[in-house]
């Protein structure tokens, strides 16, 4: 079965340079959630996408933005990049409707490393 | 505020024998509540959701329990395998929010 796809997996960036991640949800799917997990932390929520439009803020730093596209397509812009950004940054998706709509499928992550 | 506790020790069992995981909430109204596994490096997949109304679900090997009163889930693995060894996260929708709330996870080793 078609699984959330995220890329790049890894990313090196410098401090205060951009990073733009990417995640292609499951096919059908119009909701997406994005994560991001430090070193031995558990996920946190930064924010989600409702047929294209968002649908709730988290923890997201001023700095980031996010998007939704017309495929159900997201991107995660990062700007002004700092050390503590480093960490797994997942995805996730679901099919609002659906009988076990609040399941989230949560794609491999991007891990990034801030010099 | 709310909080979602989870033994953050890990958690070492014999294999063959039951791995029990404890879920405890504070300040949540939930629904329901939501049972991940997370392998290092990779993305959380889901095992179990269980509704407030449900008192306990299994699947295959797994079982879990929610007793809205005690504001606690427990999480079973049965006949527990060498496999079965990763962290285990609790996961509510809380606040209004629309993403998922995580408790710190239980790392388990089931030990040959």
């Known amino acids: 079965a078609a699984g959330v796809i995220q890329s790049p997996r890894h990313l090196i960036k410098e401090k205060r340079e951009t990073a733009t991640l990417k995640c292609y949800p499951i096919p059908r799917h119009d909701t997406v959630y994005w994560y991001q997990q430090g070193p031995g932390q558990d996920p946190q929520f930064l924010i989600s996408f409702y047929e294209k439009m968002q649908s709730d803020k988290g923890s997201i730093p001023d700095r980031f933005s996010a998007q939704q596209f017309s495929d159900y397509h997201s991107e995660l812009n990062m700007s002004s990049l700092e050390l503590g950004d480093s960490a797994l940054y997942f995805c996730?998706?679901?099919?609002?409707?659906?009988?076990?709509?609040?399941?989230?499928?949560f794609g491999p992550g991007t891990r990034l490393l801030v010099l | 505020s709310q909080k979602i506790e989870q033994n953050s020790e890990a958690l070492n069992i014999q294999e063959g024998k039951t791995a029990t995981l404890t879920c405890n909430y504070t300040?949540?109204?939930?629904?329901?509540l939501q049972w991940y596994r997370q392998d290092p490096g990779r993305g959380p997949v889901f095992l179990l959701l269980?509704?407030?109304?449900?008192k306990e679900k299994r699947k295959e090997r797994l079982k879990v329990t929610f007793d809205t009163t005690l504001k606690q889930s427990l999480f079973h693995i049965t006949a527990s395998q060498p496999a079965d060894s990763a962290t285990y996260l609790c996961a509510l929708l809380g606040g209004g929010a629309d993403g998922l709330t995580f408790g710190k996870g239980t790392h388990l080793i089931i030990q040959p």
């Open positions: 269980i509704r407030e109304n449900e």
């Open positions: 996730a998706s679901r099919r609002m409707g659906r009988t076990e709509k609040e399941t989230q499928y």
């Open positions: 300040n949540y109204s939930p629904a329901y």
